[in-house]
């Protein structure tokens, strides 16, 4: 897959002076709600406006979306706003009716994005269209599978393209509704940096009140552009109330956020910012070292437990460790989060040491 500028150029036709803002309410769900919503946003950052038609759920019995009926809505709101319309698909029939409904931005969604016959069905129904097709992350941290969505759809002749990234399900008790994974993002922006990344901090965060903190982290890490649920009735909206917010908290938002220079040329920031990066290298350097002198007292560990036969795993010994290092971690300023992934990548690797130990 050749990604080029090429395939990014529907995004700098818009010539903004700002991020892209795709905003409009988690669900359609009447031609009044979707009108007013896309006039309080007429004159504002937003380019594009969203909004679900088909809504898949978890389980039966919740709001599936209006249907087919909101196209029409969407199409009396261009009408009348100027504004691009955008709509999530997740097969071919919905392919057909948006095109008939002169939607103008087509995203594949998380539940989609993880079946590979689906994005190929929806693939196959876009081939060589000029439509905007966004691809967001798959539900769990599968960077070959989000990949692979945006590869059926560059197969298919579709030139027009971008990525959403929403987060990522965890069984894990965090204060993301989708934990981020931005590492996952960036490899992914660092491997096609023409293809435009854009976070959706709604998604991320499940939480209103946290959608500044994430989209200002998004823009600090150069994405591309933020799409954001919005509703005039946030808590009384019929799908993912939580998480929207109001075109006038919209609005501050986008007065609130700094948009960062990519670099700067001045010699002052050039000269210290590579003191610090010999600082950064020279830390890291003594980490490896660290984790080698680790994983050797971790291999004497395993031919311990060899010789006695006890097992690899001590889940008491792991959880006495895990507690202490969180509330170590927290006096040095590190958080919860950091602490728990960093050790078990690090549990993980000293559990391979024994393994191969015991086992050789």
């Not at 004159?43 to 019995?61: E, L, Q, Y």
């Not at 967001?136 to 990234?165: C, F, M, S, T």
């Not at 080698?292 to 437990?305: C, S, T």
Request: charged share 25%.
């Amino acid at each position: 897959m050749n990604i080029t500028t090429q395939n990014k150029k529907w995004l700098d036709d818009f010539n903004l002076n700002h991020p892209l803002v795709i905003a409009g309410p988690c669900s359609a769900e009447t031609e009044e709600q979707v009108l007013k919503i896309a006039h309080e946003l007429k004159n504002s950052d937003v380019s594009i406006f969203r909004a679900g038609i088909w809504k898949p759920r978890t389980r039966p019995g919740g709001f599936e979306g209006v249907g087919a009926i909101g196209l029409k809505w969407l199409q009396k709101a261009k009408a009348e706003t100027g504004l691009l319309m955008a709509i999530e698909v997740a097969n071919a029939a919905h392919v057909q009716l948006a095109l008939e409904h002169e939607i103008d931005v087509l995203w594949i969604g998380a539940r989609t994005t993880v079946n590979p016959f689906a994005v190929q069905e929806i693939a196959d129904a876009l081939k060589n269209t000029d439509k905007i097709v966004l691809v967001k992350n798959p539900v769990n941290p599968d960077l070959a599978l989000w990949i692979g969505g945006v590869e059926r759809l560059y197969n298919a002749g579709i030139k027009n393209l971008g990525i959403i990234h929403r987060g990522f399900s965890t069984y894990e008790k965090t204060k993301y509704r989708n934990i981020p994974e931005w590492q996952l993002a960036i490899e992914l922006q660092n491997r096609f940096p023409d293809l435009p990344l854009i976070c959706d901090p709604s998604h991320i965060t499940g939480k209103r009140d946290m959608i500044q903190e994430v989209s200002q982290q998004a823009l600090d890490l150069n994405y591309d552009g933020l799409i954001i649920e919005t509703h005039i009735d946030p808590d009384n909206a019929w799908s993912d109330a939580a998480q929207q917010v109001t075109p006038t908290v919209l609005k501050q938002i986008f007065k609130d956020l700094r948009i960062r220079k990519e670099t700067d040329n001045a010699d002052d920031y050039t000269n210290r910012l590579t003191k610090f990066r010999v600082d950064i290298d020279e830390y890291d350097a003594k980490l490896l070292e660290i984790l080698g002198k680790r994983m050797k007292v971790a291999d004497k560990i395993g031919a311990l437990k060899k010789e006695k036969n006890v097992a690899v795993l001590q889940n008491k010994r792991w959880n006495e460790i895990l507690g202490k290092m969180i509330l170590d971690g927290e006096e040095k300023g590190l958080s919860e989060e950091f602490i728990l992934k960093i050790f078990k990548a690090i549990h993980q690797e000293s559990i391979s040491h024994q393994e191969k130990i015991i086992n050789g």
